[in-house]
């Protein structure tokens, strides 16, 4: 079961809200596969302009009238980028692996841009789900998918909250500036 924040809305994931301080101010973030808007919730209340974007209507109903989110409804899998040529201070993805996707959402990150992914990895199988292999990431998979961009924090392995899982974690940014770590 997924924690909840004071609103009774799904709780961010401890990984993005560590890192979401790394954005720039008022940067425009791409939320992708956001589901029910945990942290496009989260970015928007953090002063970002935040598409979020789902294949499911249903999900991005619990967007409607979210101040600061454009919820978008895309099939990823399916046809082109739908963000081509569109550039963001931040991504986050949670909870979803599209390998092919992996060129495009480094490509939409803008200079000094922050990617936070964070997903299932080989080994969650003894969990439950995802067990598809085209669902979990290798060792290591995340830092050599991202190699082109500056590694700021990587985790992987088994976690029990907010359940237990294999996870795979990365924050990276675009270029070579210093980068002022968040308090864990």
Not at 42 to 62: C, E, K, N, Q, T
Not at 105 to 134: C, K, S
Request: proline share 8%; hydrophobic share 45%.
């Amino acid at each position: 079961m997924t924690e909840a924040d004071s609103s009774g809305n799904p709780a961010a994931s401890a990984w993005v809200a560590r890192f979401a301080p790394l954005i720039a101010p008022h940067g425009r973030v791409l939320d992708l596969a956001c589901g029910s808007g945990r942290h496009a919730r989260l970015l928007a209340g953090r002063g970002h302009a935040v598409v979020a974007v789902d294949r499911s209507p249903g999900a991005l109903a619990a967007l409607a009238g979210v101040a600061g989110v454009e919820p978008v409804q895309a099939d990823l899998e399916q046809g082109a980028w739908p963000f081509a040529g569109l550039r963001f201070a931040g991504i986050v993805v949670t909870n979803y692996l599209h390998r092919p996707l992996l060129p495009h959402i480094a490509a939409a990150l803008d200079e000094g841009g922050v990617l936070i992914y964070e997903t299932f990895m080989q080994g969650n199988e003894r969990f439950g789900r995802p067990t598809n292999p085209e669902f979990l990431l290798r060792p290591g998979e995340l830092l050599e998918a991202f190699a082109g961009l500056q590694a700021v924090a990587f985790e992987q392995g088994e976690v029990a909250r907010p359940k237990p899982a294999a996870l795979q974690r990365l924050c990276a940014v675009r270029g070579r500036q210093l980068v002022s770590l968040p308090s864990s």
